[in-house]
C-alpha cells in the first residue's frame, strides 16, 4: 500500500525526472526502473536532481500534464453530479487514479523524438571526437568496471592517487559514452591519470567503451546479478 500511496506524493514529477536524468534519458533502463520501484519515495537517496535546463522542461511538462488530467477527472466528476451523464465519474476517478503511470509513460515522447532527431547524432559526433581525445592523452587511463561498486572504487582511486598525481575522474555515476565524450572534452592533456567508470546495461557495452577510451588498465569491482534482464545467466554477464 505504501509503495501505491508514493505515486502521489507532491514529489513525484521531480522523481520521474531524476530517473530519466539518472539513467542518462534512456527510456529502457528508465522505464525498467520505473516498473521495478516499490517506492517512490525513496528513489531519490544518492544524489538531487540537477536541474539542466532539460531537467527544468521535463518537470514543467510532466507538472502541467498531471494538473490538466487531475483537472478533467474532476470536470468529469463535476459533469456526473450536474447531468447524471452514463459513465462520466467513473472516467473522472480513473483519470485521476492512473495519472502516475500515464505520465511516467508520456515524457518518454519528446525524449524519444529528440533523440533520434538530435541527440543521437550529436552523441555519435562526440563520441568520435572523445576517440581521438583519449587516444592522443599521454595520462595513464583507468576503466573501472562490475556489478557494483564502480562509483565509489572510481573516488577511491581518485582520492588516493591524487596525492601525488594529477587526477582526472568522471563525475558521478555518469559512465556511458556519452558521459565518457563530455568527459573528455573538459581534458587539459595535463592529467597523470584518468579514471573512467564503465556502466553497462546490455552486451557489448564494455567493448565499446573501451575501443573508444582505451584504457591502460582495468579494474573489476565485482559481479552480481544486476543486468539479467539483458544477460542469460551470471556467466554471461561476467564474460
Do not use: C
Not at 511538462?61 to 470536470?75: D, E, H, K, N, S
Not at 563530455?182 to 552486451?203: C, H, M, N, Q, W
Amino acid at each position: 500500500m505504501k509503495g501505491i500511496l508514493s505515486l502521489y506524493v507532491p514529489s513525484y514529477a521531480t522523481v520521474l525526472v531524476y530517473m530519466l536524468q539518472s539513467t542518462e534519458y534512456q527510456v529502457g533502463p528508465y522505464l525498467r526502473w520505473f516498473w521495478r520501484t516499490n517506492d517512490f519515495r525513496q528513489v531519490m537517496k544518492r544524489r538531487a536532481l540537477e536541474r539542466t535546463k532539460a531537467a527544468r522542461l521535463l518537470l514543467l511538462a510532466i507538472r502541467l500534464g498531471i494538473l490538466l488530467q487531475v483537472t478533467l477527472g474532476v470536470f468529469f466528476i463535476w459533469l456526473d453530479s450536474r447531468r447524471d451523464l452514463a459513465g462520466a465519474w467513473q472516467f473522472g476517478v480513473a483519470l485521476i487514479i492512473v495519472y502516475p503511470v500515464v505520465w511516467a509513460y508520456m515524457i518518454t515522447l519528446p525524449i524519444l523524438i529528440g533523440r533520434w532527431l538530435i541527440v543521437r547524432p550529436r552523441e555519435k559526433r562526440l563520441i568520435r571526437e572523445s576517440q581521438s581525445i583519449f587516444a592522443k592523452h599521454p595520462g595513464v587511463k583507468i576503466a573501472v568496471a562490475g556489478s557494483y561498486g564502480k562509483t565509489t572504487m572510481k573516488e577511491l582511486l581518485g582520492t588516493v592517487l591524487s596525492e601525488s598525481k594529477n587526477v582526472a575522474i568522471t563525475p558521478a555515476n555518469k559512465n556511458v559514452a556519452s558521459s565518457h565524450a563530455v568527459f573528455a572534452s573538459k581534458l587539459t592533456g595535463k592529467e597523470d591519470v584518468l579514471v573512467i567508470e564503465y556502466g553497462e546495461g546490455r552486451p557489448g557495452d564494455v567493448l565499446r567503451f573501451t575501443k573508444t577510451t582505451q584504457p591502460n588498465i582495468g579494474v573489476i569491482t565485482g559481479i552480481a546479478p544486476a543486468h539479467l534482464d539483458q544477460y542469460p545467466s551470471l556467466d554471461a554477464a561476467a564474460r
